[in-house]
């Protein structure tokens, strides 16, 4: 695996935005709908574990194994509790990779780069109808219970409480619950929490502490269990993040500005 540079351009609720430089991943899987769209022109690679892909960007289904190389890149994370997250699913119904043309990769950078210059909200119903795909029919509906158990849980410090406590909050047996979470997400309850706790840290990347502490800190039974994680989830090992993940707001001019140049940099003709 290779990182040169990971750029967190916008956080907003229950999704983010990366630019990624020369990355390199391993194998890995995560429960967000993820869209890597390139810059300038420039094919990306992407292997799930029995295809080869090459094109201009690609809308990965969730919880798919796959491994990514690009030079220049936006990368959108799609959370499995966002409002939305269904409408962008329905392009991976039938194939797990959505791919990208060309025009529709020029098109989604821009309107990603034009949301973070404007301080923007994603507009996931928008990206769809940039797709050419209007919701004429999508009926889907995400159960309320599990809308309140998610919402429950984002407001923990540290990400750690029982199925049976949640379950008891939202007035259901906890076999039911589980049932009704992993139809709703695709992803059962252990995993997703270990999903949010692996997300709290990569978000305190930037503080001072070792990666140890950070890993204690957010509930991880020790550096070993995160770092499996932080690999099985992003391709990637934690110390290679941490070195490489700079955070859009504290970019010196003078040492990163190249990247940031690419954002805004016109398409090769």
Same mark, same amino acid.
């Given at each position: ?8 351009? &916008? ?20 429960? %967000? ?7 300038? &022109?420039? =094919? ?23 491994? !990514? ?8 994370? $799609? ?7 269904? $409408? ?38 928008? @990206?769809?109808?940039? !797709? ?5 029919? %999508?009926? %889907?509906?995400? &159960? ?14 540290? /990400? ?17 619950? !589980? ?22 840290? @990569?978000?305190? $990347? &930037? ?26 989830? =992003? ?19 003078? /040492? ?5 140049? %690419? ?7």
């Amino acid at each position: 695996m290779h990182i040169d540079s990971v750029i967190k351009l &916008d956080e907003q609720e229950s999704a983010t935005l990366y630019f990624l430089h020369n990355v390199n991943t391993e194998f890995h899987r995560h429960p %967000c709908l993820q869209l890597t769209i390139s810059l300038h &022109d420039i =094919f990306l690679s992407l292997e799930t574990e029995d295809k080869k892909y090459r094109e201009f960007g690609f809308i990965i289904r969730s919880n798919l194994s796959h491994k !990514l190389n690009t030079t220049c890149a936006i990368n959108f994370l $799609l959370e499995p509790d966002a409002p939305y997250f269904h $409408l962008l699913s329905h392009f991976t119904e039938n194939d797990p990779i959505y791919r990208l043309s060309r025009e529709e990769a020029s098109i989604l950078a821009q309107y990603f780069i034009h949301t973070i210059e404007n301080k923007q909200v994603f507009d996931i119903e928008h @990206i769809v109808n940039l !797709l050419y795909r209007p919701n004429t029919s %999508c009926l %889907c509906r995400q &159960d309320s219970r599990i809308v309140k158990a998610t919402s429950i849980i984002s407001l923990l410090p540290v /990400k750690q409480i029982s199925s049976k406590e949640i379950a008891d909050k939202i007035y259901l047996s906890e076999s039911r619950f !589980l049932h009704l979470f992993r139809e709703n997400l695709g992803i059962n309850f252990r995993g997703y929490l270990l999903w949010k706790r692996l997300r709290d840290v @990569i978000n305190t $990347l &930037d503080a001072s502490a070792t990666l140890t502490t950070l890993a204690n800190d957010m509930g991880f039974a020790d550096s070993a269990h995160f770092s499996r994680t932080c690999v099985a989830s =992003f391709g990637l090992r934690p110390s290679e993040l941490k070195r490489a993940l700079i955070y859009n707001q504290k970019l010196p001019n003078n /040492k990163y500005g190249k990247h940031i140049y %690419c954002l805004h940099k016109p398409a090769e003709k």
